[in-house]
């Protein structure tokens, strides 16, 4: 079946619709019914809270293994734990 587009005019297939897909999408972004798309990604941070700088450390097979358990233990990421730790 096919059908012409009542607003902008295309034939589109479809079924019992009298605006095709892409008017759909734009009509129910512009009546609020759905917000537009976000861009995609992680937002930016405020500036100053973004981590920007990354300090290297030398360990030990064994020392990587003590801090990878004791990171999971306490639930958080290694980078997390190990900030915690220096910083207080
Ligand atoms: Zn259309």
């Given at each position: 079946m096919k059908g012409v587009c009542r607003t902008c005019g295309k034939e589109y297939k479809g079924?019992?619709?009298?605006?095709c897909g892409p008017c759909f999408k734009k009509a129910r972004i512009a009546h609020g019914i759905v917000d537009k798309p976000r861009k995609v990604g992680r937002p930016f941070l405020p500036k100053g809270q973004a981590k920007s700088y990354t300090l290297h450390t030398r360990v030990t097979k064994e020392e990587t293994q003590q801090i990878k358990a004791a990171a999971k233990k306490a639930n958080q990421t290694i980078s997390k734990w190990l900030r915690e730790r220096i910083l207080t």
């Open positions: 079924q019992q619709k009298t605006i």
